[in-house]
């Protein structure tokens, strides 16, 4: 059973920082991508960020410039640090590993508050 377990969530004022980190139990992490994905109140899930195993990267709008996802497959993590956070960015932030024949494995989510 793959798990995928978030960190680092909490409450940061507007123009502060947070990482986020997501530990999976798969021995084969390396070779999987792994998304950042986050749905604020009375909305639909977005993707934030994506990172393949070749370690391409991808952003929504909102947030290039400003996130950075990165993995280090030794400790079988993703990371996603959030710098310049608004009010916007508030949402409950989940991880999610794109597995074998399509499988996809998320987290329980970690809250992100951004305060004005």
């Known amino acids: 059973q793959v798990q995928l377990v978030e960190s680092g969530g909490g409450l940061v004022q507007a123009g502060g920082s947070l990482r986020l980190s997501c530990v999976a139990s798969?021995?084969?992490?390396?070779?999987?991508?792994i998304g950042w994905y986050r749905q604020a109140p009375g909305k639909q899930r977005e993707l934030v960020a994506r990172?393949?195993?070749?370690?391409?990267?991808n952003y929504a709008d909102s947030v290039k410039g400003r996130f950075t996802i990165s993995r280090d497959n030794l400790k079988k993590t993703g990371y996603l640090q959030m710098n310049s956070l608004t009010p916007e960015d508030t949402a409950v932030y989940y991880c999610?590993?794109?597995?074998?024949?399509?499988?996809?494995?998320w987290g329980q989510g970690t809250q992100v508050t951004v305060s004005s």
């Open positions: 999610k590993l794109d597995g074998f024949f399509r499988q996809e494995y």
């Open positions: 990172i393949t195993s070749d370690r391409t990267t």
């Open positions: 798969m021995s084969t992490f390396s070779v999987h991508a």
